[in-house]
């Protein structure tokens, strides 16, 4: 059996062809369907997918905002295709908006993504608040494409948009007795009233330790394809964390908290045998319910679609020195 080598990862110059605005993604990439099937039938296979998500239009929720500007980000994964826009923004897990795939793209247009702002408190020198348009503007806004990788063995290749949760942080002043960060989602009963639809507590947490949210992998992210994040996938600011479960990674984030102790998450507050603390992408280590070894790209041909899960989901030179010494199987 032939062993890929774990990570296409590093800072090496990217062809610009691979970054580029929303638009030339989407051109590109109907360029190259286009070397394989005829416009047509890819059109008839993108009607079809779509009434089988039972989504009218699936661009609906997209905000009307301008491209960002951003520039190319060096920690970015190359050399795998794309996910297309149309299945990031339909096949979404956003439970406030509905606990089934097809529903966050269907009712999220109700999230209103301005005013908004993150509230930053606990182990600070002193609390504060970002708006999200200061946000948009403390860091170069950077494309970055990773691997996002779902416990419920599907996997999706993104172009975000963002910049490291670092930068943000060292703009806080957290107190050197910070061990940990925990992240809110915005949580409205008026608003996202399908929440009652599943037995999820609300609002929805997510906590990293310190280094792990330092690591300049860890995405503050505020757009998709070079254009802002589609309500479905969590505007105006999510946290994405691409070597853990896509769970790990919570959507429409308004308040940050620095704590002393492992802050109590979503999953892990329902399940704990089963969703831990950390979730990193570990194949070796078996979920109940989903296989962890293998994996399925969401909207590849079906004889390309499934694949080898790798440890870190692929990241481990960037992130693997973060568990040197810690059993993995113990602290899944
Ligand atoms: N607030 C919030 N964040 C969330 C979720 C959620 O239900 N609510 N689902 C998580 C899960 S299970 C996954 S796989 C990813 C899905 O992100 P995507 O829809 O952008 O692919 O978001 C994560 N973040
Ligand atoms: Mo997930």
Not at 144 to 172: A, D, F, N
Not at 186 to 195: G, L, M, R, S
Not at 239 to 253: Q, R
């Amino acid at each position: 059996m032939l062993i890929r080598k774990p990570s296409l990862f590093d800072g090496s110059a990217i062809p610009s062809s691979e970054l580029t605005p929303k638009d030339r993604f989407l051109n590109r990439r109907r360029f190259l369907q286009g070397a394989t099937a005829s416009a047509a039938s890819l059109a008839a296979a993108a009607l079809a997918a779509n009434r089988l998500l039972n989504v009218a239009d699936p661009a609906q929720n997209v905000l009307a905002a301008g491209n960002l500007d951003t520039q190319r980000g060096s920690l970015t994964t190359h050399g795998e295709e794309l996910t297309s826009f149309e299945h990031i923004t339909t096949f979404n897990n956003f439970y406030e908006f509905g606990p089934d795939k097809y529903q966050p793209a269907k009712n999220a247009g109700v999230l209103p993504t301005r005013p908004w702002a993150i509230h930053v408190s606990g182990l600070v020198h002193k609390p504060r608040t970002f708006d999200i348009d200061a946000l948009l503007k403390l860091h170069p806004l950077e494309d970055r494409v990773y691997r996002h990788r779902c416990v419920e063995g599907w996997s999706m290749v993104i172009p975000w948009v963002g910049y490291s949760l670092s930068e943000l942080i060292k703009q806080c002043n957290p107190l050197s007795t910070a061990k940990y960060v925990q992240f809110l989602s915005y949580y409205d009963p008026k608003v996202t009233t399908w929440a009652s639809q599943t037995t999820l507590p609300f609002p929805y947490a997510e906590g990293l330790r310190m280094d792990e949210a330092m690591n300049p992998l860890t995405l503050l992210t505020v757009g998709l394809y070079g254009d802002v994040l589609p309500k479905q996938n969590g505007a105006p600011v999510r946290v994405m964390i691409p070597w853990k479960y896509g769970f790990k990674s919570p959507k429409s984030v308004v308040a940050i908290r620095f704590l002393d102790k492992q802050p109590e998450t979503t999953w892990n507050k329902i399940n704990p045998d089963i969703y831990g603390f950390y979730s990193n992408v570990y194949p070796a280590l078996q979920h109940p319910r989903w296989n962890q070894k293998m994996e399925r790209r969401i909207g590849m041909p079906f004889w390309a679609q499934k694949r080898t899960s790798m440890i870190f989901n692929g990241y481990s030179d960037f992130v693997g020195h973060m568990y040197s010494g810690m059993d993995m199987n113990r602290n899944f």
